[in-house]
């Protein structure tokens, strides 16, 4: 059985356990929930859920840091004592091979202010992206691989 599954019904068996139909029961059954999955986990050798649970959790806070990061720096450059704007169209080539991995990508460098997904090249080996502060754009397309796009196939692979 899936855990994610299993774990759903746990949090479901713990709120009607205690009679607690609300989003603090479910939580708190979910959280228990998963310390006794985390406890059995010898059991379940093959499973990825605990590497895919925290790990999407870690992605989603650092996603959430470069968002406020990159919302910061447009901010200054449209008041005007920021970074020049310098508009560019990037080519970054992928190791993301997956529709999950490319898509997850491309969605990533769009929630983040000052850059957009324009397309994804015919042979999935490039994806195209407009920044706003597209000056350097070797430096660019390094710090997306080696951070953005390296996150999520640490996640998913």
């Known amino acids: 059985m899936n855990l994610l599954v299993l774990n759903l019904l746990l949090a479901l068996a713990w709120m009607g ?72 169209v990037i080519a970054i080539p992928l190791d993301a091979r997956t529709d999950l991995e490319i898509t997850l990508l491309a969605c990533s460098i769009t929630l983040t202010p000052g850059t957009l997904t324009l397309d994804v090249a015919p042979d999935r080996k490039h994806l195209y992206i407009h920044a706003m502060f597209g000056g350097d754009a070797a430096a660019l397309c390094a710090e997306t691989k080696d951070s953005m796009e390296r996150r999520i196939l640490q996640v998913l692979r």
């Open 17 to 88: 356990f205690n009679a607690d139909f609300s989003l603090g029961g479910f939580t708190a059954g979910f959280v228990l929930g998963h310390g006794v999955l985390w406890l059995g986990r010898p059991l379940y050798p093959n499973q990825r859920y605990f590497r895919l649970l925290w790990g999407s959790l870690g992605y989603f806070l650092w996603l959430l840091k470069e968002i406020v990061l990159s919302s910061l720096k447009v901010t200054a450059s449209v008041l005007g004592f920021g970074e020049k704007v310098q508009p560019a």
